[in-house]
């Protein structure tokens, strides 16, 4: 195999672009892509963009070209911070990818030809998918989420990315051409209006999802129509982003899972899939996991086409770019009715837009990618490769998931909606691959897989879409149910099997068809500033958007509480909660004599209502448990507290009130920003290593949603998080006229600042690019200069902060020179402007 390099996505967004491939044996258009230039033509230039999903656990890149990912990650930038935008990051923040590139393919016949529009295919030389020029084709963002800059009553989810594109471009300058086809771009004559949705939720946060409406802009009909997913899935932590990065891959498809929630019943989800062969354990500390392990899986998973009676297709092959035996995928035999058709040379890749339309409604099921040294010759697949057993266990493959057909009539519209859906300890043991790996055998390994959270996610993303026992269009459909049947004892005066006691349970497992796009959702975080001073940080925030949120889906205000974490990294695992409030509230049980079962009250209850209820002297604390219940009116009741109860807001070491005596009926008595003073709070985090970054966040959580079984849902830290450095703020250094310092000085280059966390946490950069010397007790603008002994000129960064913020008074340097050298050994002397002054002073770097 050839070795893969990042293919630069942007074929010029201030003109047309064509590129111009070489040929021969060597061709690799990932491995070469770096070294060539687009060619500018003149014309329509569309207004190609891209915006990056990043709101929960999958970080996604997408266009408005019918493409998602970016290649090798650093090959384009996020255009909201400018940082390197991920192709598909999951979790979010582990630096573990797992996606090159995936695109949109459409496929037709029109009149006596058979043509197909794709976003991007295996040789990334055509895309054939592009937005209008100017302010239309833009890629709009939207947010449900009231306090964001985004907000838009028409956001259907916390992150809406909206843009339009069509595969009218016919020029080649922009489109590419087809050298297999060897013509230029033919239009199907579609224009696609895309929209994806992204949650923070819990049970939400491991999924993008994308709604398509496909309109026939043609004057001519499209018959036989097939639409679909490609998705060349390169899986690897960025420490590891070489040509072995990408050649143990596996795929497969999955039709249905077990039930969650109804024993004996499997449940539909359609999903196919894309993982490492091994999860790629710590070979030397005894092939276990760690932080670079990529154990998750991906796949992409249909939730709506227009007519449930569609065909489907699941195809997987390789490409390989310089050896065309090596180019392998299954396939059937072929049949009368169906048959087989060669690609050239190749049994893998389909090149031009005949082979492309063949495997979209092929119908073909592929077995997985592990098994391809078995022989399924006795269904009617060819017979396994000379190479089997190489492939099965790992190499560059992709995927197309098809489906239709359809026909489309001038003017005519299609509905389609899937999901690309994450789920994480697929790989559960670092040794299983090691121990079970057969390629004759595949089935022991396979049985170590873990579909399970990629199944459950699957079916969130299902329940979303479409809201199981909701009738939506008010029709009297609310969708399917299954009926639970369980065995709850014996009459206590008979042991008769007649006389057994039953109680039925009814659970919605799909909904009525109309779609929904809306789930539970907790209170949205609270706005969150953070006050540094020298080893700690004051956690300051207004929640008066939080706690008078109502809930979209259960319609009432169900906020429970604050949460407060802190951590050294803002991976989602490293996060420590420190402090947590919660309103004073219990769960009521009383107890069904009928049906012999305890019945819990639909929301939990204020203490104020319990003393109503029960009376001011009533304690609740006495009365958790069934054996203990409390009787009233010959009813049986007991207790049990929603969360811990917390609620003491007056403890200055605690979560506090910032003004306990605001008046909340006072409309007047607000902060500086509109907000309540009623609302506000802070919470002081001590002993804090100066020389550290920390983040900090405050989340909300409610009660849960006892109508659709869902506990708690609590907002994800990384929504509100903010970094800071335990030192005085920016403010303190301007008051007090504080002095630079500057650390860690000398700086060692054998002290192990990256092995305790100071520089490179992340391991993604090499260890002389990541090296940091930090400035603190600055002003929030100021100019650092930094001079060699001599007097040259080595380094300048203008530190420009003038709103001020919890890390305006820090700036750091990567001990790299303007000209990009990685400074030497010595002496240099830093100078250090701004209004209030200049200060000079030393730094001793010994490497």
Known sequence: MKYKDFYF??????????????????????????????????????????????????????SNGGTFGVGFSGSTLDPETGLPAPSCEYPAGSDITYLYYGGFWAGAVVGLDTLVSIGIADYYDVREFWPPPGPEGAIQRRSNMKYSIDFSPEAVSEQDFVSTY????????????????????????????????????????????????IRNINRFPLKQAYFAIFVDADVYHESNSGGSSYTDDICGYLHDIPSPDAPGFRDTIQIAWTADNDGDPNETAGNVFDFTSPTSVTGTAVLRTPNPDLRYSFNWWITNYGNAALDWGPRMAGTDEHPFRPFGSRLGTPRGDHNKYYVMQSNEFDYEQLESAVSHTGEGWMAPPREGADFADGF????????????????????????????????????????????????????????????????????????????????????????????????????SPDQVRYDTTIFWYKGDGVPDFKGASPPPPPLVWVEPD????????????????????????????YRVYYGEDNRSTDYVLVASYDRENYNIYTFDPGRRRWNISPTPVSRDSIDILFGTDFNPNLYLRPEESYFKNGIAYYFSVQDWNQDNLSDPYGIHRVYPNADLNDPSDTTETGDHRYYEYEYLIENLQPSKPYYVSVTAFDYGSRRIALSSLETAPGLNDIMAYPLPSSKIVEEQ????????????????????????????????????????????VCTIRIFSIDGDLIQQIEHNRPEGGPDSQHERWNIISRNTQAVVTGIYLYHVSSEMGEQIGKIVIIK
Not at 443 to 470: C, M, R, T
Not at 488 to 495: A, E
Not at 544 to 560: A, H, P, R
């Open 534 to 561: 020298f080893g700690r940080l004051k956690v300051r925030w207004n929640g008066q958007v939080s706690e008078e949120n109502t809930d979209i889906f259960s319609g009432l205000e169900d906020f429970e509480g």
């Open 737 to 780: 006229a504080l002095k630079v310092g500057v650390y860690p000085n000398p700086y060692r280059i054998n002290s192990g600042y990256a092995r305790n966390g100071f520089e490179n946490r992340d391991r993604t950069k090499s260890a002389e690019r990541s090296r940091a010397i930090h400035f603190i007790n600055l002003p929030k």
């Open 396 to 495: 560059d493959a992709r995927y197309l998931f098809s489906f239709g057909p359809f026909d489309l009539q001038p003017g005519d519209t299609l509905p389609i909606t899937l999901a690309y859906v994450a789920g994480a300890d697929f790989h559960v043991d670092g040794r299983d691959f090691i121990d079970f790996w057969d390629p004759l055998n595949p089935e022991q390994y396979i049985n170590q897989l873990d579909f399970s959270d990629l199944g459950k996610n699957a079916l969130w993303a299902h329940w979303i879409f479409d809201n199981p026992g909701v009738d939506t269009d008010g029709d009297g459909d609310s969708g399917s149910y299954r009926i639970i049947v369980d065995t709850i004892g014996f009459d206590k005066n008979t042991d």
């Open 9 to 62: 996505v942007i074929f010029m967004l201030v003109a047309m672009a064509a590129i111009t491939w070489g040929s021969g044996a060597d061709y690799n258009p990932k491995e070469r892509a770096r070294g060539y230039q687009p060619k500018i033509t003149i014309g329509e230039i569309p207004n190609w963009g891209l915006e990056v999903h990043k709101i929960n656990e999958m970080m996604l890149s997408l």
């Open 166 to 213: 069509t595969d009218t471009f016919t020029d080649p300058g922009l489109t590419g051409e087809d050298p297999f086809d060897n013509r230029p771009h033919i239009p199907l004559g579609l224009e696609v209006a895309q929209r994806s949705y992204a949650w923070s939720y819990d049970y939400a946060e491991d999924f993008i999802m994308f709604d398509f409406t």
